[in-house]
């Protein structure tokens, strides 16, 4: 396992993320895949929780505050399973979603830890389907008294 790689990957992609990443980039067209390539140049931030089977996505700015572009959100504002599909590595085959919440990109999420395999060689994306609820124009339900994504209190 290389273990400086996973130190030092804080705010980077790793192998696993980046391929999963293009591949969904990679299946998307026109505004789709416009807004999330935006998106996916946008992360500044990655945050593996313990175990690795959740990887979020953030684009952070001074002072270490949530926030996206707007006019790189999808028209889908709820919280939705982008991308799913599986990873081969090592001879197995781990099931994968890439979610998205707010109208970006958000989380990947698998059952098993992610960790053993961040930093494998020949991983392959196989099995992907897109959602097609995407581009549909969907607001999250709002729940009184907690901030939006990009809301701040005090601001």
């Known amino acids: 396992m290389n273990w400086k790689a996973i130190l030092t ?3 980077r992609f790793t192998p696993l993320e ?6 969904v980039g990679g299946r998307l067209s026109g505004q789709a895949k ?3 390539d935006r998106q996916k140049a946008e992360i500044n931030h990655v945050q593996r929780l313990p175990g690795w089977d959740e990887i979020d996505f ?18 889908n504002k709820s919280e939705f399973i982008l991308a799913a599909c599986s ?9 994968i979603t890439l979610s998205a919440v707010g109208g970006h990109v958000f989380s990947i999420e698998a059952k098993s830890p992610l960790r053993p395999i961040a930093f494998a060689r020949g991983l392959a994306v196989e099995d992907l389907s897109i959602s097609e609820e995407i581009m549909v124009e969907h607001t999250a339900p ?3 008294g907690m901030a ?8």
């Open 87 to 95: 990873i081969k590595a090592n001879g197995n085959r781990i099931p």
């Open 58 to 75: 953030y684009a952070l700015r001074f002072p270490r505050r949530v926030r996206w572009n707007p006019r790189n959100a999808f028209p």
């Open 9 to 11: 990957s804080a705010g």
């Open 18 to 23: 980046r391929i999963i990443l293009d591949a």
């Open 142 to 144: 709002s729940i009184p």
């Open 34 to 36: 416009a807004l999330f």
């Open 148 to 155: 939006t994504m990009d809301s701040h209190p005090g601001e």
